[in-house]
């Protein structure tokens, strides 16, 4: 199972951009990357999922370059309520594997 | 749709003492997984269910933990007896798709201290 390393805490205002990045330096031929948030006393919810280059959905978008040994991570204007903790995961078909992920906090 | 339900919300038992949690995931999802939640950590993965057989257990103390998924729907997670170490927050969660890679759909967990 690949190993993801990702910043323990992070700390944005209102209205900014903020980049997440993950460094899975033995990632599989197989593994997609795939992240998913965090809120308190509530279960995960998956945000974005990809393979190479770029996706982009209605939340966030992943940035992958063509070596895949990293990752980001890009929210844009952030708000009050994108404080959570964000999962950076290199799965396969293997189950999932949890590291303690990045705290985001969003101050006014 | 409805989420994936989970109850009790919150538990406190003493050591050595038993206890259960129930979760119902979303209709017609057919992989259900159980994670157990220690404060400050990642969720860790500790049985996978396929329909109502065992795809993955490889992380669940069978010494004290059993959990099963009759009918292939619901499934009860159960602990006995319990220990100091057991408290956290028990999540269930549910995927229409069997593999890693399909999005799972998580509960709102059942919080467990021991004491």
């Known amino acids: 199972l690949a190993k993801t390393t990702q910043p323990i805490s992070m700390d944005s205002y209102e209205g900014q951009e903020v980049n997440i990045t993950c460094s899975h330096n033995?990632?599989?031929?197989?593994?997609?990357i795939t992240w998913y948030q965090q809120f308190p006393s509530q279960g995960p919810r998956f945000i974005i999922q990809g393979y190479k280059t770029k996706v982009t959905n209605e939340v966030a978008s992943l940035f992958i370059p063509a070596d895949r040994k990293s990752s980001t991570l890009s929210l844009p204007r952030v708000s009050l309520s994108d404080t959570a903790v964000y999962y950076c995961l290199a799965i396969g078909f293997q189950k999932l594997v949890f590291g303690t992920g990045t705290r985001l906090l969003v101050s006014p | 749709e409805a989420g994936v339900a989970q109850s009790p919300r919150y538990k406190i038992i003493e050591k050595r003492q038993s206890v259960a949690f129930w979760c119902n995931p979303i209709?017609?999802?057919?992989?259900l997984y159980w994670y157990q939640q220690i404060l400050g950590q990642g969720p860790k993965l500790l049985i996978q269910f396929q329909n109502n057989g065992v795809v993955d257990d490889s992380q669940l103390p069978k010494d004290r933990f059993s959990a099963e998924r009759l009918k292939g729907v619901d499934s009860t997670l159960k602990i006995q007896p319990a220990k100091l170490e057991d408290s956290a927050v028990y999540l269930c969660?549910?995927?229409?798709?069997?593999?890693?890679?399909?999005?799972?759909?998580f509960g709102p967990g059942t919080r467990l201290t021991v004491t």
């Open positions: 969660a549910s995927s229409f798709e069997a593999g890693a890679l399909g999005e799972q759909y």
């Open positions: 209709s017609g999802h057919a992989t």
């Open positions: 033995n990632i599989a031929t197989n593994d997609y």
